[in-house]
């Protein structure tokens, strides 16, 4: 199961470093795109269970918007720290290390992910969440985990278009941390990652779980 991890991480990775290096941004999001789905249907650490794997046609998502692709500076912000409690890997503790604006979405948190070599977390949830999209809302930068669309010393590269769920979207048994509150936005964001008609899935928790909806 370790090594299958490192795989999905790897191939998680190289996609991110593909879109990075397209030299148009759409051509970049289309190789990411096929590449989660390849994932998803058929990789042992996939998201899905296995009755959701056996009716998989493919992660639903918004058309791509070039107006919603950001090169956007790491503007200062008052220091924050959060210590967030999961169910499996115990408390993630995230320290805010600025904002960036992204247009007319508005300004939202940047933080890092803190643990062994650390990286940038920057998830948002925006006003389609609970709607079209998971109501704890989506990730845009988690470059623990590949998540990685490039910058520099000053900038980040955000694109909306590669907005995707967290694990915890497609099945009860997964937990992860959700955006915080400078990370939320009363505007819809029509791009990315969407769910498809009905959700994921129909959570029916265990006895004594709490329950969830979104």
């Not at 115990?90 to 508005?106: C, F, H």
Request: hydrophobic share 35%; aromatic share 10%.
């Amino acid at each position: 199961m370790t090594l299958s991890l490192l795989d999905w991480r790897r191939r998680t990775g190289a996609l991110y470093a593909a879109a990075r290096s397209a030299a148009d941004p759409e051509r970049g999001w289309r190789i990411w795109r096929d590449g989660r789905d390849e994932l998803f249907a058929g990789h042992p650490d996939s998201p899905l269970d296995e009755a959701a794997r056996a009716a998989f046609s493919g992660l639903p998502y918004a058309p791509y918007d070039p107006g919603l692709r950001f090169e956007a500076r790491l503007e200062p912000a008052p220091a924050e720290r959060l210590e967030i409690p999961t169910a499996a890997d115990g408390t993630v503790q995230l320290d805010r290390i600025g904002r960036v604006a992204l247009g007319d979405v508005g300004r939202i948190d940047v933080w890092w992910l803190s643990g062994y070599g650390g990286g940038v977390f920057l998830p948002l949830r925006d006003g389609s969440a609970g709607g079209t999209t998971y109501g704890g809302g989506r990730y845009l930068l988690d470059t623990v985990k590949g998540a990685d669309l490039g910058g520099d010393g000053t900038r980040l590269v955000v694109d909306l278009n590669l907005a995707y769920h967290p694990s915890c979207t497609y099945d009860p048994r997964w937990s992860c941390p959700l955006a915080p509150e400078g990370n939320r936005v009363t505007v819809p964001v029509a791009a990315g990652e969407q769910l498809p008609p009905g959700g994921w899935y129909q959570l029916t928790p265990l006895p004594g779980s709490p329950i969830r909806r979104w």
